[in-house]
């Protein structure tokens, strides 16, 4: 394949091989998975990843009285804000607020053109102080990049300069496409793919996500 990025490309990506997170990725892969169980698998695994992708976050001291005694415990430094790519980035979403109940929710809508490619945004609803914390965008998908790359570009725009993107299927193309536009953003999958085809669907890949998340197939 031409577009395959250099060995370099993939040095800010995360890729995922937990015997827990590829089994449950093969049951959101296959076709005969309906929509019920498809949402809570996508909750599931992004409730894992979310470990790893949080795992630099900065934390301070902070002092707690247990029932004992006084002592010295962590937190986390700042407020935490999740930002779906709609639709379906909701449904990572939903899985990583079981984890961080107290995290924000931005919401960026974005519906792939599907003759062009090209993403039409039609909502951004951000926190105002976006900016004063880490953002960790989510959407199951990175194809072409298009839509991850104009997320990003939304977010800056907003001020958010610690931002992390958590996909469950990358392209080699749309992550070639997300590091070019958008160098030292790091980017948590729990695959990279072989391939784009024709219509832009990655392969082999998992179908259409908010499809299938939603039952609108
Ligand atoms: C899908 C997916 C991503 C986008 C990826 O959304 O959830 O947002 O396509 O494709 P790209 O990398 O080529 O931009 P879609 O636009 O189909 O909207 P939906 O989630 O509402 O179905
Ligand atoms: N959007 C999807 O939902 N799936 C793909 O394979 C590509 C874009």
Do not use: C
Not at 162 to 183: F, N, Q, T, W
């Amino acid at each position: 394949m031409e577009d395959r990025p250099s060995r370099e490309a993939y040095e800010n990506v995360i890729v995922f091989d937990h015997p827990l997170i590829q089994h449950k990725l093969t049951w959101i892969r296959d076709r005969t998975t309906g929509h019920r169980a498809f949402r809570a698998l996508v909750a599931q695994v992004a409730g894992l990843m979310v470990f790893e992708a949080t795992r630099a976050l900065l934390t301070q001291p902070v002092e707690v009285e247990t029932p004992l005694e006084r002592t010295v415990g962590r937190r986390l430094s700042a407020r935490i804000t999740v930002v779906p790519v709609l639709r379906a980035g909701l449904g990572m979403a939903h899985g990583i607020l079981e984890v961080m109940p107290e995290a924000r929710v931005g919401h960026l809508g974005l519906a792939r053109d599907e003759s062009t490619l090209e993403p039409r945004a039609y909502l951004q609803k951000l926190p105002s102080d976006v900016a004063d914390g880490p953002v960790l965008l989510v959407d199951p998908m990175l194809a072409t990049g298009g839509s991850a790359v104009a997320a990003l570009t939304m977010l800056k725009e907003a001020g958010a300069d610690d931002v992390r993107m958590m996909a469950l299927v990358a392209s080699p193309e749309g992550i070639k496409r997300l590091r070019d536009a958008h160098p030292g953003v790091p980017i948590y999958a729990a695959a990279v793919d072989r391939e784009l085809d024709e219509r832009g669907y990655i392969v082999p890949g998992l179908g259409d996500a908010g499809d299938r998340l939603y039952g609108t197939v």
